[in-house]
């Protein structure tokens, strides 16, 4: 099946290491999102992509950065990772063109900072 | 501008019981509205949407919603609660072209 998988799924690690989390996507979506969760405060967008060359700043983009190697790729890195972005990460991946901005999400990464 | 209010971060019902859950929006165009699931240690799973047309969307596992634009809600329904409904539910608006927004949640308990 078409899916959005999402690497890895647990990670702890420490205050001021640099982390990256990656997603891949098999449903032939032009467009990738990365989103946090935390408790109370629903989903947060980070960064999204349109299409390889396109990369847009969320709402929370600050200790973030993005790379989309892919059309199918689309990482998340911390630089220097903080007790506060202990959080659930997630991916997700939409069509242009459905008119609705529909979109499909992965399993989602558990990431602690001590 | 969008934005999305839940009402309730907490629901509780019994089994076999009406499940309503309010979700109001916010948009200065139509909009495209969504409910999400998520059951534990799980991603979001689309439960329905609404994009034009009929305003009672039916979606997956008995569950439906209604959009009235005048009251500018999409309020979600189930007749009757089962315990695997327990799970977060979440609604989201879309201008239909760059970005979700997405209401805080509400957490569905549902017991015996």
């Known amino acids: 099946d078409a899916d959005v998988t999402q690497t890895p799924r647990n990670r702890i690690t420490k205050t001021g290491k640099r982390i990256m989390l990656e997603c891949s996507q098999t449903?032939?979506?032009?467009?990738m999102y990365w989103y946090r969760q935390d408790p109370g405060l629903g989903l947060r967008l980070i960064y999204y992509?349109?299409?390889?060359?396109?990369?847009n700043k969320g709402e929370i983009s600050d200790g973030y950065s993005v790379s989309r190697q892919a059309q199918a790729k689309f990482s998340l890195s911390l630089e220097s990772a903080i007790p506060n972005q202990t959080a659930l990460y997630f991916c997700?991946?939409?069509?242009?063109?459905?008119?609705?901005?529909?979109?499909?999400f992965g399993p989602g990464t558990r990431l602690t900072v001590l | 501008a969008q934005s999305v209010t839940q009402l309730g971060s907490h629901v509780s019902v019994s089994e076999g019981a009406l499940v309503l859950l309010r979700c109001n929006y916010s948009?200065?165009?139509?909009?495209?509205l969504f409910w999400y699931v998520q059951y534990p240690n799980q991603g979001l799973q689309l439960l329905l949407k609404?994009?034009?047309?009929?305003?009672l969307v039916k979606g997956i596992n008995g569950f439906e919603a209604e959009f009235k634009k005048s009251e500018t809600s999409f309020h979600l329904t189930k007749p009757s609660a089962h315990m695997s409904d327990a799970a977060e539910y979440f609604c989201?608006?879309?201008?239909?072209?760059?970005?979700?927004?997405f209401g805080k949640g509400t957490m569905l308990l549902v017991s015996p």
């Open positions: 997700a991946t939409s069509e242009t063109g459905t008119g609705t901005n529909e979109q499909f």
């Open positions: 989201a608006v879309s201008d239909g072209y760059s970005t979700l927004t």
């Open positions: 992509s349109f299409d390889v060359k396109d990369i």
């Open positions: 449903k032939g979506h032009d467009r």
């Open positions: 609404y994009t034009t047309g009929a305003t």
């Open positions: 948009s200065s165009v139509p909009p495209y």
